[in-house]
């Protein structure tokens, strides 16, 4: 079965913004748009843990189209977590509601690092199932695929779950470098095959999330996590989609995650956005509504959006988006609100 690419996504605003090229309004999506604060999606996920929802095509695209269905958004966002593919190739990992994901065994030796085996299309025949689901039902909106960059992977499995400071991740990169290469190579190469599947089986841009980026030094980036990124992103490209780079805590790294390949550079809520964009150079940026402005008096939170929309006409192209992933206790109803004011805002204004 060969999916024929509908006509409308190449115009689609949030392609065109990807791409730096005038769009028709100001693309919006939200980070984790898909998730707990919407109560359609705790009626399907109920009693079905996380990992087993990852893995149900049927469900998977349900839950992707949740957001879309009732926001209007200008992208879709594939359901799934950045651990998923190392659970497909067989690490023994689960995510614990509340807590995130935790590595029953971490890897902290060569030997371990050997043991996890390379990513191949036929670990994850659910996700070539629900993508392709997925774009028959989404017409012209855009389905974003993702995967984890080989730091934010790197710090669960050698942490073995969430951590503050990634102490012992950042004591392996510094101590036992000969490890941290093969480890970060491991990840990159999963998360490079991991994308290609998804854009082989129809997604039309990729955001590799770095969340946790932001615990280095802009250095220590440069020397012991960028080039891993720089491979999955270049991989990607070659693929021929639009590329997001997106961290937290990354305000002296944007210069860097754009060098690493990136079409568009992810902006926390921390950085002011036209800093960020003097920090990009020729890339468009993505972001930064303070997450928590939902929480706001509507009047506000649309004014602080307007605020970053203008600054985002600075930009080479602007897709707006929060700073981080949407707050489970977030009222859908201040999202539509966000949604559709962001699609609306003078739409005839041109950027620079
Ligand atoms: O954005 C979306 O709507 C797509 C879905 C998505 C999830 N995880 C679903 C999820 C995406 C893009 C992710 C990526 C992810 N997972 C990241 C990078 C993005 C970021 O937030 O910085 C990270 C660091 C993880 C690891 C992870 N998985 C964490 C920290 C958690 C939260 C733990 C918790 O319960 O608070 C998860 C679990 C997770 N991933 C949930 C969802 C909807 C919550 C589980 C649930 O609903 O039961």
Not at 25 to 51: C, D, K
Not at 146 to 167: I, M, N, Q, R, W
Not at 246 to 275: I, K
Request: hydrophobic letters at 45%; one cysteine or more.
């Amino acid at each position: 079965m060969t999916a024929t690419v509908d006509p409308r996504l190449a115009d689609s605003a949030f392609l065109r913004a990807a791409r730096g090229e005038q769009p028709s309004h100001t693309p919006v999506w939200f980070m984790r748009q898909a998730g707990r604060s919407l109560p359609e999606y705790l009626r399907v996920r109920e009693g079905i843990g996380m990992l087993d929802s990852c893995m149900d095509a049927d469900l998977v695209t349900e839950i992707t189209l949740q957001p879309v269905r009732r926001y209007g958004v200008d992208a879709a966002i594939f359901f799934s977590d950045i651990v998923l593919p190392l659970k497909a190739v067989g690490v023994d990992l689960d995510i614990v509601a509340g807590v995130g994901p935790v590595v029953a065994s971490p890897v902290r030796t060569l030997d371990d690092v050997a043991a996890i085996p390379d990513l191949t299309p036929e670990h994850v025949p659910f996700i070539t199932q629900a993508v392709r689901q997925l774009v028959a039902e989404l017409g012209g909106t855009p389905l974003i695929g993702f995967a984890g960059a080989p730091f934010t992977v790197a710090s669960y499995l050698v942490e073995g779950g969430p951590s503050k400071d990634h102490a012992r991740t950042k004591a392996m990169m510094f101590g036992a470098p000969e490890v941290w290469a093969a480890l970060m190579e491991k990840i990159a190469g999963i998360a490079s095959a991991y994308l290609a599947v998804q854009v082989a089986a129809g997604a039309s841009a990729v955001q590799l999330f770095d969340s946790w980026a932001g615990a280095l030094t802009p250095d220590d980036y440069r020397a012991s996590v960028m080039p891993y990124s720089a491979r999955v992103l270049g991989e990607a490209g070659a693929l021929g989609v639009p590329r997001i780079h997106f961290g937290v805590g990354t305000s002296n790294l944007l210069g860097a995650m754009g060098e690493a390949g990136a079409d568009v550079v992810g902006v926390d809520w921390r950085t002011p956005l036209d800093q960020a964009i003097g920090q990009v150079g020729d890339r468009a940026v993505q972001g930064n509504l303070d997450p928590t402005l939902v929480f706001a008096p509507t009047e506000v939170m649309l004014e602080r959006a307007a605020a970053v929309i203008r600054s985002g006409r600075a930009a080479k192209g602007h897709i707006f988006n929060l700073g981080h992933g949407v707050i489970p206790s977030t009222d859908p109803d201040q999202l539509a609100r966000l949604t559709e004011f962001v699609q609306g805002y003078e739409p005839g204004l041109s950027w620079t």
